[in-house]
């Protein structure tokens, strides 16, 4: 998972704005995994690691989704880094004239979901405030944001879901992606893919003893 205090998010958001391009030493082994994979990594980079410097590569594709083809459910296919690894080396011998056998540690992420999270982050509370004032009185209690997600709770269980039958929710849907379109840079959100969670503030008491850190973890 890739945070946006990382740098590779920030190193990425360059890329994917045009204000620079990907390494070119990298160029023919990014060719390399779209022709085996399916997808091109929108940024490579290749650095160490404490403890004791230990190399590591993290390939960056941008849209979620595109690096569970390196995933086989339980966690990495082995075969899959291998391969990704092995391939590396011979590109970065090729390049470099370096023979390079230490123990890499690859790592698989996606700018997508990352920088879906920042445009959340960035909409004011000022903003949320008066989005969740505007629906109080159709029993909204409370707006809470988690990286990309958002959940709206009502106050009862039985609201919740008369919300999905009376179309208050489809409603809020829609006004919550408007209010998040500005700070959407590259356009990643849509009604579709739109991270939205409706609770309620019944199942947050009973269930998670109205604590924020029980009901994220």
């Known amino acids: 998972m890739m945070y946006t205090s990382e740098r590779d998010y920030h190193s990425t958001k360059l890329i994917k704005r045009g204000e620079r391009a990907l390494d070119g030493s990298f ?3 990014a060719d390399w995994i779209l022709e085996e994979f399916g997808w091109r990594p929108i940024n490579i980079i290749y650095d160490k690691i404490d403890p004791n410097d230990r190399p590591k590569l993290s390939l960056i594709f941008e849209l979620q989704g595109q690096a569970s083809v390196f995933h086989n459910g339980s966690g990495y296919d082995e075969g899959k880094r291998k391969a990704v690894v092995d391939q590396f080396r011979s590109f970065r011998k090729e390049n470099t004239g370096i023979s390079d056998n230490s123990d890499i540690w690859v790592i698989f992420q996606e700018f997508e979901p990352a920088e879906q999270a ?5 909409i004011p509370q000022e903003e949320i405030n008066t989005f969740r004032a505007k629906f109080m009185d159709k029993n909204l209690w409370e707006i809470a944001r988690f990286g ?3 959940t709206f709770f009502f106050e ?3 609201q919740m879901i008369n919300s999905k039958v009376n179309g208050l929710q489809a409603e809020i849907r829609k006004e919550y ?3 998040l379109k500005p ?3 590259f356009n990643y959100f849509n009604l579709e893919n739109l991270p939205v969670v409706f609770d309620n503030k019944e199942n947050f008491e009973e269930n998670y003893q109205g604590n924020w850190d029980l009901f994220y973890k």
Request: aromatic share 16%; glycine share 0%.
């Open 27 to 29: 160029s023919k082994f």
């Open 148 to 150: 990309a997600y958002t």
């Open 118 to 122: 920042a445009c959340n982050e960035k």
């Open 183 to 185: 700070y959407d840079e």
């Open 156 to 158: 009862t269980k039985e």
């Open 177 to 179: 992606l408007a209010l």
